[in-house]
């Protein structure tokens, strides 16, 4: 059974810092991984997928990498916002394309 | 292209009372995914259904709960009798076919509170 942690659950920084979250997976048969963002009370937004086969995907000031042997992947926020504020979440599928999640890291940039 | 479209966005019901949760994939998606978010807890799949089929129910509750994605119309989550267990947001997410690197898109969930 897939199981997916993320570390640290919380985290605070001041406005302008780079910053990296983690995740990792115990079961490095995946077909891909998926990073989202869900600010409070609202849905989930993809920020990022990225294929088994790929070992880095960007997009603006997001920058996501998947290790599979290791069962990790991080995502890295450069020049964080105030905006940037969310909790951040990763994901696997399985199988039938059900996704496991993390349970998060809750961002918290200062202006 | 709307996106997933779900309704309502908040429910109230009375313990005892049914909910129906309901969500419109979007155009062109035939595939159905829902998840439970409880307070301070991760999201959980509960269930994957195509049109007319139920495909993965792995993670439904095995009494109260049952979905349903008829030929025509949006998929439901009804539950029935609800206790204030229930209280969560339940989200939606759709995706056209079940590729190797399909994306799941995700609707604005509904929040339901059992009083």
């Known amino acids: 059974k897939q199981e997916v942690t993320q570390i640290p659950a919380a985290l605070s920084v001041p406005e302008g810092e780079n910053l990296v979250l983690n995740c990792s997976f115990t079961?490095?048969?995946?077909?891909?991984l998926q990073w989202f963002r869900q600010d409070p009370g609202k849905g989930l937004t993809s920020l990022l997928l990225?294929?088994?086969?790929?070992r880095e995907q960007t997009s603006g000031r997001l920058n996501a990498s998947l290790d599979k042997s290791s069962g990790r992947s991080t995502l890295y926020i450069a020049a964080s916002q105030p905006g940037d504020s969310a909790t951040y979440l990763c994901?696997?599928?399985?199988?039938?394309?059900?996704?496991?999640f993390g349970s998060g890291t809750q961002l918290t940039v200062l202006p | 292209n709307a996106g997933v479209m779900q309704n309502p966005r908040h429910l109230v019901r009375r313990r005892g009372q049914e909910a129906r949760l309901r969500c419109s994939p979007m155009k062109g998606h035939s595939h159905v995914y829902w998840y439970r978010q409880l307070p301070e807890e991760g999201l959980k799949f509960m269930v994957y259904l195509q049109k007319e089929n139920i495909i993965d129910e792995s993670g439904m509750p095995k009494e109260r709960f049952s979905a349903e994605f008829p030929k025509e119309g949006p998929s439901i989550l009804r539950i029935q009798q609800v206790v204030r267990g229930d209280s969560a947001a339940y989200f939606c997410a759709s995706s056209p076919a079940v590729g190797r690197n399909t994306e799941a898109f995700f609707g604005q969930g509904t929040r339901l509170t059992v009083v």
């Open positions: 994901a696997v599928p399985g199988s039938a394309r059900q996704l496991t």
């Open positions: 079961d490095s048969a995946i077909y891909n």
């Open positions: 990225i294929q088994s086969s790929q």
